[in-house]
Each structure stands twice: as structure tokens, then as C-alpha cells.
């Protein structure tokens, strides 16, 4: 019997933020939700979810710097994480931040369907066999 | 070997009881024509027929002659209408008598056999019903006698056979005959002389038209005429859509020679359930022989199906009639071409045309996996490389989507150098952070379109 793996949406839109969960409980994940950074932060330290899909532009804290925090965590250095934000990576601070911290992806929302998300999603998971 | 032994006695047999005459019976001339499905109508008018064996010689108009004493063969009687052994055409081979046999009342029955020949009857419902007033036994002088159609032979032994030449008589159970002549023998005869009648002997004529003494005798061949001869079916079959014309080849040939002779050609369609379509006739002056083309239209209403073209003729003193005929194919066509050939060549076409695709797709798809395979920079010292990787990937995917542009637009970023035709980066000239924002930024701005990215994931040797 394979255990549920756990999914960490971060995710300020609520909307949106509860369609992804309800996709990933279709594809038998556990879905869970964060409207914030500081939120995402903590959960997924106390969680330790097998993904994390970020937001970048959120209240509190940002989803950049909730990345940092996360790969200043032992667990979290190795976590994989998929970006998925409306900004373009057009400033140069913000690549600096992306290669040095290493997301898997860097998705624009407007480009890509929920679906196909949860399918990299889907892929990852079976590469990194979490 | 038993067989030639037996010949002999035979011969051994009749000399021995009759040495000092044989009566021979001759065709009784309304009944002298056998059937070759090969050669056709064979005329035996001037076979003689004897207690011991037959001779004189029939006549193909198509073969020639056929001769019934031979040299190495001959026909034998065994006195009771019982045939055996060989009769040699001059156009046909040897030609196998054993299975034919003359009736009490004369009439010849049962079938010859030849390789060339086919097989040869003697009792059919046209003209077919070779008749001799020979007669077996003691019947026969009486017969013969008294008919005064015969001749009577006087002192005359069976046709005498050299132990040599009984030897090598053909065994009907034997290999395939030769079919060349034997030495010295049958096809050395003239076609003509005072014992070997060049052309058959016929009826007075009724035809006021041709000679008394020579009357006409024709025989008629058709054939396709046309080059579009489908020779890849057995036999000559011709083919052709309603509508279009059927040429028949038509060879005439006047056997009774001299005069000119009037002769109505008959021609007609005939459908597979025996139906004439259509017919047309036309009168042809033939003196000795005519060869032409004859055209016939197959009418448009022509249902598909297969046909035969029978040309037949009439002609005034005719004793036998004289028919040939072909069979051919009525096909509609399609754009030009028979509707069997279209959906041929149209299946063969479109099978090309599918794999022509498929393979054009497969090499599309593999020149295309090649083109935007990821490039490897293993080569770049790692502090760079992830940034090497980082512009190559995102260069390969603008350029997935809109093409060679994206190569256009990365090469005029500042900093960058990358190969014009791959794509690969060569150099970054400036902080690359900065360049890959100023990447983004230049495809958004020159072509609308976000970027995102991938990172390729980090090999644990690096």
C-alpha cells in the first residue's frame, strides 16, 4: 500500500489556490494549503511535503523569500519546487535568486493549464521517487 | 514393345490370309469432316481406308496436310474398324488413332490425340461425322463393290512395313512424340501432285459464281487487332469500356482458289448468357485471301462483363459453315483508365502516398528531436554552466514556437554570443543574470510571449 503523497500549494488567490487542491485530490495527492508565505514556510517545515508549488507575489512574504527560508531548512535544501507566477523573470535579482536556489520550474501562469502543472507535478514525483 | 510386336503380327497376320487382294473404302463426301479443337474443321475426303490399314491424306485448311502412312508410323485396321498407330501432320505432329474405331454402318467414333492436334472427334453436331463405305470384314468387297464408291485393290498386301521401321513405331505409352519430321518422310510429300490433291476435293458448287470444278472453300480468323492487349491474363484478352471501338482482325482464305467469290462477313457481340448485342454485317470480294481491320463501336448501354466476338461467314456453294470468334472484356473506365486499373494504380498511389508521409513525418520528427535536443556544456566550468544551460534551454524552446527567430533575437542580446545555425551558447560576455533578464525581456518585447523556464537537474559528478 503506497502512502498519499503530500503536496504544498502556497498560493494567495483563492480561487485558484483551491482548484490546484482539488486537481491533486483527483490524481490521489494530498493537497495542502497555504495563502502566504510565512504560511508556506511553516507548513512545510512541519509537513514536509514531497512538492512544493509557490506563488511569488503574495502578502507577508513573498514567495522568493519563503524559497530561501526553505532551503535554509535541512529538509527543505532538496525539496523539489515549481514556481508558478505571473511575473516574468525580466529582472536580473530575481534570476540571481532562481539559480541560486534552484526551482525545477519556472512556469507562467498564463501559459500553462492547471492540468499540464499537475503533470510535471506528477513527473517529477515519479523521477525524484519521493 | 509389346505394342510393336503386336503390329508386326498383325501385319504377319494379313499377309499371310490375304495375299492376294485388300479392298479399301473411301469417305462417303457428305460425311468428311472431323473437329480439332486445335486446328478446326479437317477434311478426310481423300483417306482410303483398308482391311489392314488407312491411307491417303486429310486436309487442314489451318495445318495442312495429314498423312496416314507414313514413313516411321501409319494408321492401322485391324479388319474390324479397330484403329491403331500414327498418322503424321505435316502442321500438327503425329497424331494418336489408337482410340478410334469405324463402325459397322462406316461412321469413324471415338477421338485422335496429337500434342498439336488436341483432341480430334468424330461425331458432332456440325458437320462433324467422318463416314467411310469401307466395311469391316467380309462385308467389305461386297460393300465396296456394290456402292462403286471404292477401289478395289488387286493383288494388293496391307501397306508393307520393313521389320525396320516397325521397330521404332511410336508406343502410345511412350514419351511425347517428335515434333519434327522424321527422316525422309512426312514433310517432304509436295503440297500438291497428281497423288496428293493440294487442295480438298469438294461437291459440285452451287454458287453460280465460282468454278465447277474448283469450288470455294473458305475459312475465316479473327482476332484483337489492337495493341491494347491485356497479355498479363491468360490467353489475349481484350478490354474495352462501352463506347469505345473493338477492332477485330479478320483474315479471310479462299481454300478453293481461282475465282473471285462475294462472301458476306458477319459480325456480332454475344454476352455472356448468350445474347447477341449487337451485329453488323458487310460483303467482302475474296479471290484467294483478304486480311483487314474491321471496327466495331460497343454501344455506350454496354453493361461490364465479359464478351465474345464471333465474326462468321456465308458465301454461295458453302458446305460448312466457317465461324471464329474471341472473347473480350467490357470494362468502364474511370479518368482514363479501366476500373480495375484505377483502383489498382489509385490503391498503389495512396499506399506510396501513406508511407511517402509517414516517412517524411519520421524524418521531420528526428531531424526536428535533433535540432532542440538540449545541448551539453559539461564543458563550461560550473559556476557558468548552470547559466549556459539556463539560455540554451530557453533559446531551444522560444525556437520551438516561433522558429529561427528566436535565434534572431538571442543573438542581439547583448552579452550573448551563441552559434547562429544551433543555437548553442558560445560566450557570455556580461553578468549572466543580466543576460538571461535581458533575454526574457527581448522576447517578450519582440515576439509577446512569457518565458518559462526549466532547470536541468544537477548530475552529482558535477
New interface residues.
Partial sequence: MTTQKTILVVEDEKDLREAVADILRLKKFTPIEAKNGREGVELAISKHPSLILLDLIMPEMDGMTALKKIRENAWGATVPVIILTNL?????????D??TH???????K???KLHDVVTKIEKILE?ENV | MQKKKLLFTRFFFFGLFFPFFSVAGTIVSPHKYAWSDNAGYINFENVIVGDGALSGYAWSANKGFIKFNPAQGGVFNDGTGNLSGFAWGEGLGWIDFNNVNIGGNGKFSGTATGSLVGTLTFGCPNYCDVETDWRPSANAVLSAVSQNAGAVLLPAAPRPIEPESADIVPEAESAPLPQASPTGAPLDIPPSGEEEPATPVSEPPNSVTVSTENPPLFDVISEPASTRVDTSSAGLTMRVAPGEILPISVKLANFGGGKRVDVLVKYSIINSAGDEIYSTNETVAVETTANFVKTIQIPFSTPPGNYIAKTSIIYGGQEVPATTQFPFIVEQKILGLFRSEFFLYGGITLLVSIFAGLFGYALVKRRRQSRFAPIDYSDVPKEDRIFYELISDTVMSMRQKVGDDALDIASGIDGLVIDEKTGRVLKLTRFPSKVVADLVSGYEKSLGKKVSFSFRKEKSDS
Avoid: C, F, G, R
Avoid at chain 1, 516574468?88 to 540571481?96: F, I
Avoid at chain 1, 534552484?102 to 507562467?108: Q, V
Fill in positions: 516574468s523573470a525580466t529582472n536580473e535579482h530575481l534570476v540571481e532562481m539559480v534552484k526551482p525545477m520550474h519556472y512556469l507562467i498564463s501559459d500553462w523521477t
